[in-house]
């Protein structure tokens, strides 16, 4: 073993009888959700033999300034004039309703280095005026840590590589809104307290279901209880999604 002379620690193993040794500057880093309760078991297992940090949610990643360096990075290999390029960009200014007011200062930044200098340059060159995923993350989470707890925050991965509407659209009707309904056991109400009415249909508490007599049990009013349902983001306006996308921020 390459690093015998660091060992920190040495066991014989039980079946080949060898020695295995670890070195001090090893370090064993995992990750765990805190909100999974079915490794609470295991969850006091590990912390008696493993220090913890928290990991919290860190919404100022998902300014629109640190989302254009990620779309920076991300097709930095495609030329301004490049069809995909100017396809992505679009669909980045759109989303976030973002102009850009000097062309070429901003083509100018691609050979900073510096990832807080081209923050701080985006702000100046970029106007972004529309929708911002640092504030509607903590929006969100800010109502979970209250219906539930801190603990149940969504993370910021969910906006990291969301570039565009559809992008958006996505990402609420295939991972967040699908959280929620597991957090709050399909309790509408709840949920519909962090997102707003937007994102349902109207429950008017109008519908054709009739119940059959059974004995002595009562209908008790079943018939007129208001029935809520998500609408289907990907067949929903774009105004209309950014318009609900946008009550998310108030």
Do not use: C
């Not at 033999?49 to 998902?62: T, V, Y």
């Not at 539930?148 to 910021?156: R, Y």
């Not at 991965?157 to 570039?163: A, K, L, P, R, T």
């Not at 007129?224 to 108030?250: C, P, S």
């Amino acid at each position: 073993m390459g690093f015998i002379g660091w060992i920190q620690l040495e066991v014989i193993l039980p079946y080949s009888k060898k020695p295995f040794g670890v070195p001090s500057n090893l370090y064993i880093i995992g990750t765990m959700n805190t909100a999974d309760r079915s490794v609470e078991a295991l969850d006091a297992a590990l912390r008696r033999r493993f220090a913890f940090k928290e990991m919290a949610p860190k919404p100022e990643l998902l300014s629109p300034s640190m989302m254009l360096q990620r779309l920076w990075i991300r097709d930095q290999d495609l030329a301004w004039k490049d069809p995909n390029w100017i396809k992505a960009e679009n669909e980045f200014l759109d989303l976030f309703s973002a102009d850009i007011l000097n062309r070429k200062k901003y083509e100018s930044l691609e050979n900073t280095v510096n990832f807080e200098t081209l923050n701080i340059s985006f702000d100046k060159i970029v106007e972004f005026w529309g929708i911002n995923f640092e504030t509607i993350l903590s929006n969100i989470n800010n109502r979970v840590e209250l219906l539930l707890d801190k603990d149940h925050q969504i993370g910021h991965s969910y906006f990291m590589n969301v570039y565009s509407l559809n992008d958006l659209k996505s990402a609420f009707q295939n991972k967040i809104i699908p959280l929620l309904q597991e957090y709050f056991f399909g309790d509408y109400g709840k949920i519909g307290l962090i997102l707003g009415e937007k994102f349902f249909e109207n429950g008017n508490g109008e519908n054709d279901v009739k119940f059959k007599n059974f004995f002595d049990y009562a209908e008790g009013g079943f018939s007129e209880r208001r029935i809520y349902r998500f609408k289907n983001l990907q067949n929903m306006g774009n105004d209309e999604f950014k318009t609900a996308i946008k009550e998310l921020m108030n």
